[in-house]
């Protein structure tokens, strides 16, 4: 059974989603590809997954970088799994290129290169956004492009996370 709670951040209303095994969504409301991993059948119901996440997003919004991830159980392909790794490695207030993510997918994998796009593909689609940091994504030249909650929100998150830092 999938479990929804709703969220009300400083940035506007977020949808929560889990199952037994941990978070499967987070996504703010109205944002591109929004609930898309969602089952049509689920029941708002708040859970230990969901208080966890709540709780991460307090500390988060709160201005702390959280010590603790609440358990993640996000769906995807092994490739967009693997993106998604590399995403919760970009240390916070801190920002990465999709073509470093590309290089460092391709090292990992031993081959000489791999697409900037297809990579920046897997991002795009990150179905546990903020907890799973794709906001920390940024175009070559620094441009904040590609955020499926929106580019205030990405610079919102972005902002947010330098004054954690300082």
């Not at 991460?56 to 790794?85: C, I």
Request: glycine share 12%.
């Amino acid at each position: 059974m999938i479990y929804t709670q709703h969220y009300e951040s400083p940035l506007g209303g977020i949808l929560l989603a889990a199952d037994d095994t941990g978070l499967t969504g987070l996504w703010f409301e109205g944002q591109k590809y929004f609930a898309r991993t969602l089952d049509a059948v689920h029941q708002e119901q708040e859970t230990a997954v969901l208080s966890e996440a709540s709780r991460w997003l307090d500390v988060y919004f709160g201005g702390q970088e959280p010590d603790f991830t609440p358990p993640l159980h996000p769906a995807g392909s092994a490739f967009q799994q693997e993106v998604w790794a590399l995403l919760r490695r970009i240390p916070c207030g801190q920002t990465t290129t999709y073509g470093a993510l590309a290089r460092q997918l391709a090292a990992e994998r031993g081959l000489s290169r791999m697409s900037a796009q297809a990579v920046g593909g897997a991002v795009g689609h990150n179905v546990i956004s903020v907890i799973i940091p794709c906001h920390r994504v940024v175009g070559t030249n620094g441009s904040l492009t590609g955020y499926a909650g929106g580019i205030d929100k990405k610079a919102a998150l972005l902002r947010l996370e330098m004054k954690m830092t300082r």
